[in-house]
């Protein structure tokens, strides 16, 4: 059994993207072909914003973000401490200061209590300067956009929402990545929208901004290519995977994000009562990029993980450490208590999802579950 299937998708798909894949190699526009305008204009819409700007891949997209901000050093920068790595990385890869902030045990997204606690002790200490909250779209579960923009806002800073696993999700009717004052993606094979290798995108309604964002993309550049007017990067998203993913997009919109929800709800109706499901709360729309539950203890975690092995089924612990005891982040200080992401990583185990669910594949897992 696969933990996403990819291989059925290209099967799926493959009488679309062989041809179109041929197409970039056949006309060898491999940089910045058309292809990648029409992947930008057809997310931009999709997403409801004004602006969309491909990049290579989802980590260049907040760093982007946070280069056209200007954020650096003596910047404080608020982050769920349950999450992938670069959300949190991009931060003092700029030379800021990440500050980790605790998250809800139900939704594993940020705790706007816990945000409001940290910015409050950041303000009083006075050191660092209070600028970006990067809430996070995690596991498909769009961030508490209202309570945590209203925080952010208040005290003066921007919202760089991190939709890498949050692509096609809802909140109150609006997508995922048009939720902050910014937004990015990532499109690695195994995101709800994956390309066939690193590829990634930014989302903002501000002209200037996305004006500077496609600047800093590409060297800098000013009035042509050659013209640089500023120090930037080489980030951007090949020909190949925008032609690859104008193909997926189809089946995204057309069945894909549907297949999730139903196998979500599938699992959800045999697990419950047996194992904590995650929830969905009112007004939001999750893809599901994992479907992720919580067992007793650490002990019961593992166990099961090794009996699911032993039969065959594949299962992931999404994360197993909280970013403030990552080595990386060692020194950093601690503002706020951090208990709930701790107990998180030991007890959640990611099971199998995707779209491409066959026959009995769901049950047979909640079986041994
Ligand atoms: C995958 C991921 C990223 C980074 O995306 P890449 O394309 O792998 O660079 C950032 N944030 C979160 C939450 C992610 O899951």
Request: net charge negative; hydrophobic share 40%.
């Given at each position: 059994?696969?933990?996403?299937?990819?291989?059925?998708?290209?099967?799926?798909?493959?009488?679309?993207?062989?041809?179109?894949?041929?197409?970039?190699?056949?006309?060898?526009?491999?940089?910045?072909?058309?292809?990648?305008?029409?992947?930008?204009?057809?997310?931009?819409?999709?997403?409801?914003?004004?602006?969309?700007?491909?990049?290579?891949?989802?980590?260049?997209?907040?760093?982007?973000?946070?280069?056209?901000?200007?954020?650096?050093?003596?910047?404080?920068?608020?982050?769920?401490?349950?999450?992938?790595?670069?959300?949190?990385?991009?931060?003092?890869?700029?030379?800021?200061?990440?500050?980790?902030?605790?998250?809800?045990?139900?939704?594993?997204?940020?705790?706007?209590?816990?945000?409001?606690?940290?910015?409050?002790?950041?303000?009083?200490?006075?050191?660092?300067?209070?600028?970006?909250?990067?809430?996070?779209?995690?596991?498909?579960?769009?961030?508490?956009?209202?309570?945590?923009?209203?925080?952010?806002?208040?005290?003066?800073?921007?919202?760089?929402?991190?939709?890498?696993?949050?692509?096609?999700?809802?909140?109150?009717?609006?997508?995922?990545?048009s939720l902050g004052d910014a937004a990015t993606t990532s499109f690695f094979?195994?995101?709800?929208?994956?390309?066939?290798?690193?590829?990634?995108?930014?989302?903002?309604?501000?002209?200037?901004?996305?004006?500077?964002?496609?600047?800093?993309?590409?060297?800098?550049?000013?009035?042509?290519?050659?013209?640089?007017?500023?120090?930037?990067?080489?980030?951007?998203?090949?020909?190949?995977?925008?032609?690859?993913?104008?193909?997926?997009?189809?089946?995204?919109?057309?069945?894909?994000?549907?297949?999730?929800?139903?196998?979500?709800?599938?699992?959800?109706?045999?697990?419950?009562?047996?194992?904590?499901?995650?929830?969905?709360?009112?007004?939001?729309?999750?893809?599901?990029?994992?479907?992720?539950?919580?067992?007793?203890?650490?002990?019961?975690?593992?166990?099961?993980?090794?009996?699911?092995?032993?039969?065959?089924?594949?299962?992931?612990?999404?994360?197993?450490?909280?970013?403030?005891?990552?080595?990386?982040?060692?020194?950093?200080?601690?503002?706020?208590?951090?208990?709930?992401?701790?107990?998180?990583?030991?007890?959640?185990?990611?099971?199998?999802?995707?779209?491409?669910?066959?026959?009995?594949?769901?049950?047979?897992?909640?079986?041994?579950v």
């Amino acid at each position: 059994m696969e933990f996403r299937d990819l291989k059925t998708q290209y099967q799926v798909l493959k009488d679309r993207i062989n041809p179109a894949i041929e197409k970039v190699m056949t006309d060898c526009n491999f940089i910045s072909g058309q292809q990648v305008k029409d992947l930008e204009k057809r997310l931009a819409e999709y997403v409801g914003v004004k602006h969309c700007i491909t990049c290579a891949n989802g980590t260049d997209a907040l760093t982007l973000v946070l280069m056209a901000w200007g954020i650096g050093k003596g910047d404080a920068v608020f982050v769920p401490d349950f999450t992938f790595f670069a959300s949190g990385e991009v931060v003092s890869f700029e030379g800021a200061t990440p500050v980790f902030v605790d998250v809800c045990p139900d939704t594993f997204n940020m705790d706007p209590d816990s945000l409001a606690e940290a910015v409050a002790k950041v303000k009083e200490e006075g050191i660092l300067t209070p600028k970006v909250v990067i809430p996070v779209d995690l596991f498909g579960l769009p961030y508490d956009a209202d309570r945590i923009n209203a925080i952010a806002h208040e005290n003066g800073m921007k919202v760089l929402e991190d939709g890498a696993q949050g692509f096609g999700g809802s909140y109150k009717g609006r997508r995922a990545c048009s939720l902050g004052d910014a937004a990015t993606t990532s499109f690695f094979p195994a995101k709800p929208l994956g390309c066939y290798g690193d590829g990634g995108a930014i989302f903002v309604n501000d002209d200037e901004t996305a004006t500077l964002i496609d600047s800093l993309r590409i060297h800098g550049k000013g009035s042509f290519k050659y013209d640089n007017v500023r120090i930037g990067m080489n980030s951007r998203l090949d020909t190949i995977q925008a032609a690859i993913l104008n193909i997926k997009m189809d089946a995204f919109e057309e069945y894909e994000l549907d297949k999730v929800n139903e196998a979500a709800s599938t699992y959800t109706k045999l697990l419950e009562g047996k194992v904590k499901t995650p929830i969905v709360p009112e007004g939001f729309y999750s893809s599901w990029a994992q479907y992720t539950i919580q067992l007793k203890d650490e002990k019961e975690r593992n166990e099961l993980q090794q009996k699911l092995k032993v039969n065959g089924i594949p299962s992931m612990v999404y994360y197993p450490k909280p970013m403030h005891m990552q080595q990386a982040f060692n020194g950093l200080k601690q503002y706020v208590s951090l208990d709930v992401t701790e107990k998180l990583c030991k007890v959640v185990l990611a099971l199998p999802m995707h779209p491409y669910h066959k026959g009995n594949q769901i049950i047979e897992i909640t079986d041994l579950v």
